[in-house]
C-alpha cells in the first residue's frame, strides 16, 4: 500500500548497498521521496547529492515526515547529521568505534524524537523498507502521538491527499467553526477546516481555535499533543487530527481512549528562513525566535 500525503516535508536515512561503501548511510530532506531515491542513484548530474554519487545503489529505508514547513524538516536535518553541533542533543554521546553507522543513526533519532521542540510534532516515523527495521532501545521509544508505520509514501499535489473513504461516505462539513461559530471562507488556506474522525461526528473547527481548546490546561505550550473534540467528546491526539486532514490517516491504528504524559517540557521554536531545494542543505544555524501563531505553524 502506498500512502499518499499532501504538503509532504520529510527527513530520510539512506543505507549504501554497494559493496565497496556497504554500510554508510546519508541523512536528508525532500518533498518528494520517490523522486529524491532516483535522484541519489542516478548521481550528482541528475540532481542526486555529491556524497552519495557513484557510491550507489542507495536504499531509503525510513523517513520522518509530518513536519509544519520545510524549515522545520530541515532543521531536524541538520540536527541528525550533526548531533553534536546542536545544542539540544548535548545528551547524546558519541559513536563508539564498535557501533555502526546505521544504529548511531537511529539511536540519535530517539533522542530527538523525545527531545524539545520535536517531541510534540505530528510526526510519523515510518520504516519504507521493512526488511531494516530496528525497534527503538529501551527507553528511547518515541511519544505515544507518533506512530511507527511500514510502507511506501508519495507526495501528491492538492490540498489534501487521498482519503480511503469514498465522497459518499464523508460527512458534510459544517459552513462555521464548531469553537468559535464564524464561518468558514471558501478559498482561504487558513479557513481549511480540521474536522473529527470518528464516525458520526461532525465537528469542524479553525485549527488555530481547536487548537487553542486542547492547549486550555497548557497555556505555556504553543502545540497541542492530544484533547477533547467538542462535537463527541473523545479523546484524540492532534496528531492524528493533522494526519487525517492531510489524508494519511487510513494506515494508522489509532486509539482515541489513550492518554499519555508529555513528553515536552517546553516547545521552543527554532527560526530561520531562506530558500529552500532538495539536496546537500548548508547548515543551519540554530536560533530562538518567536513561533508564529499555534495554528499557523501545524499544517
Not at 522545520?72 to 563508539?96: D, G, I, M, Y
Not at 462535537?231 to 494519511?248: A, E, T
Request: glycine fraction near 8%.
Amino acid at each position: 500500500m502506498v500512502v499518499e500525503v499532501c504538503s509532504f516535508f520529510g527527513v530520510y536515512l539512506l543505507y549504501c548497498t554497494n559493496p565497496r561503501y556497504h554500510g554508510r548511510v546519508y541523512v536528508g530532506f525532500t518533498v518528494n521521496p520517490e523522486r529524491r531515491i532516483s535522484q541519489h542513484n542516478a548521481g550528482k548530474r541528475r540532481g542526486g547529492a555529491w556524497k552519495t554519487s557513484g557510491r550507489g545503489p542507495w536504499d531509503m529505508v525510513l523517513i520522518i515526515h509530518g513536519f509544519p514547513s520545510d524549515v522545520a524538516a530541515l532543521r531536524f536535518e541538520w540536527a541528525w547529521q550533526h548531533p553534536h553541533a546542536s545544542r539540544r542533543l548535548t545528551h547524546v554521546t558519541r559513536r563508539t568505534s564498535k557501533e555502526r553507522q546505521f544504529d548511531f543513526h537511529l539511536r540519535v533519532l530517539a533522542h530527538m524524537l523525545r527531545t524539545a521542540p520535536w517531541c510534540r510534532l505530528p510526526l510519523t516515523i515510518r520504516w519504507l523498507k521493512q526488511e531494516y527495521h530496528r525497534d527503538f532501545p529501551p527507553g528511547l521509544e518515541p511519544p505515544l502521538h507518533m506512530p511507527v508505520a511500514f510502507g511506501q509514501v508519495r507526495a501528491v499535489r492538492g490540498t489534501q491527499g487521498a482519503r480511503t473513504e469514498s465522497s459518499e461516505e464523508l460527512p458534510v462539513t459544517p459552513k462555521r467553526c464548531s469553537i468559535c461559530l464564524k464561518r468558514f471562507q471558501d478559498g482561504e488556506e487558513e479557513d481549511i477546516p480540521l474536522r473529527c474522525f470518528h464516525a458520526g461526528c461532525s465537528m469542524a473547527a479553525h485549527v488555530i481555535c481547536l487548537a487553542r481548546t486542547f492547549l486550555q490546561k497548557e497555556p505555556d505550550q504553543f502545540l497541542p499533543v492530544e484533547g477533547q473534540c467538542p462535537g463527541c467528546k473523545n479523546l484524540v491526539l492532534w496528531g492524528d487530527l493533522i494526519r487525517h486532514h492531510k489524508g494519511c490517516y487510513g494506515d494508522l491504528e489509532a486509539d482515541p481512549t489513550s492518554s499519555q504524559e508529555h513528553w515536552a517540557d517546553e516547545l521552543n521554536c527554532e527560526g530561520g528562513s531562506g530558500n529552500v531545494s532538495e539536496g546537500d542543505s548548508s547548515p543551519l544555524v540554530e536560533d530562538e525566535l518567536g513561533c508564529p501563531a499555534a495554528g499557523m505553524a501545524l499544517l
